[in-house]
């Protein structure tokens, strides 16, 4: 594990160098992301838009294609050394920007759903002639890996959830509904400092590295861009999608295999600020949640990372990867 290890930190820091090297607007035009852009586009909702992503070759005889869905406050850049990872275990990696975030296109407009999200990524795997996927999915990934599951079970070979936001429904449970314009005054309002403090909070139990950073620099580089209000608006969209379109309901319809990675320092939940003290202690009990999500979905496997936080792939790798590439090879 020592030379993969040495090879996938290389390029975490190459991306942490290329993250700190200039300011971006938003589509990050000035980070360089760990391996080769390319582009997909498509006419969708009567406009020409963009996913940027990521194919990352197998070393040696390809085994099969992972598919990695990134977070709300990320990027699949984020998937450098998870791509270093599965590529030296033999598995092609195609990691893309959804609609609305990292380096794709930020529409004035868009109708966002989690299926059309899930129907734009099927869209890009038919371009590159890729069939069947091992789903990955992280925190609002999770949410829409499992829709892309659901809507294209043909399609996913195996659904892997790795501290997936939406295991439980906020609005079932009493958090209260901001609505769009709330969200839109939030985005505005971030800064590197707030967003730093939300991650070190939320996140990393208060307990911050600097391989953190990255994370930080990139959100932060889209508020100073002229055009950040547009990027503040799509940002406004997509947390009234995940806010308002759960998916945890449906867990018990998933028939392929499942493996839940979670790690259960996490404490993510959406709007929970806006909810009564009370509820607020209730809400993203990761270590309830995930075993709840385990009992729901049939066969589901469920590796618990204790003392971990929301972001297991960076801040414990190897605690992560080991369980990842085992669930995997049982996929042969």
Known sequence: MSLLRNTVMGVGLILAAGALSAAAGIRLEGFDYPYPEKTYRFENQRQELEM???????????????LLLHGKNFSGSYFGETAAALSAAGWRVVIPDQIGFGKATKPAHYHYTFAQLARNTRGLLAELGVERVQ????????????RFALMYPEATTSLTLLNPIGLEDWQAKGVPYSGVDAWYAQELAKTAKKIRAYQLESYYDNQWKE?????????ASFGESPEYARMAWNQALTYDMVFTQPVVHEFPRLQMPTLLVIGGRDR??????????????????YPVLGRAAQAAIPGAELVELEGVGHLPHIETFDRFIAPYLEFLDRQQ
């Open 211 to 219: 391989a953190y950073d990255p994370w930080v620099e990139q959100l």
């Open 135 to 146: 789903v990955l999915g992280h925190s609002m990934g999770g949410m829409l890996a499992t």
């Open 268 to 285: 993510t939940a959406l709007n929970k600020g806006a909810a009564s003290p009370e509820l607020r202690r209730e809400l993203g009990n």
């Open 52 to 66: 940027v992503y990521m194919d990352v070759p197998a070393t040696g005889a390809e085994r099969g294609v992972a």
